[in-house]
């Protein structure tokens, strides 16, 4: 078993920046892949960065490429997210979730934060 918890969301002005944590325990085979997807109400879900635990190899959608960063504190098994210049359309529920694999699809992680509330204004 995996769990996730994530913090850190909040509101935020257009411009502005936030960083999202995600405390991760459990199986570590579980957990080789780290995500923070978000979803946006009436929108599809979007994966916005992954990284490797092992290799710390990130990947990123286009839409946050130069403004997001995604990291990780191995010691402490805890997930960021760097969140800068943020947009209004960055508003979503963003969520921490594990898999064995970043090259997998979507539906291949298995575990799920709760998710934390990200709100840009204009």
């Known amino acids: 078993q995996v769990q996730l918890v994530e913090s850190g969301g909040g509101s935020v002005q257009a411009g502005g920046s936030l960083r999202l944590s995600c405390a991760a325990s459990g199986y570590t085979y579980m957990r080789n892949c780290m995500a923070w997807f978000r979803q946006a109400a009436g929108k599809e879900r979007e994966r916005v960065a992954d990284i490797y635990r092992e290799s710390a190899s990130t990947t990123y959608a286009d839409s946050v490429k130069g403004r997001f960063t995604i990291s990780q504190d191995s010691a402490k098994n805890t997930y960021f997210l760097q969140m800068n210049s943020l947009k209004p359309e960055d508003t979503a529920m963003y969520y921490c979730?594990?898999?064995?694999?970043?090259?997998?699809?979507?539906?291949?992680?298995?575990?799920w934060g709760q998710g934390t509330q990200v709100t840009v204004s204009d």
């Open positions: 979730a594990a898999g064995k694999s970043c090259r997998s699809g979507d539906g291949a992680f298995t575990y």
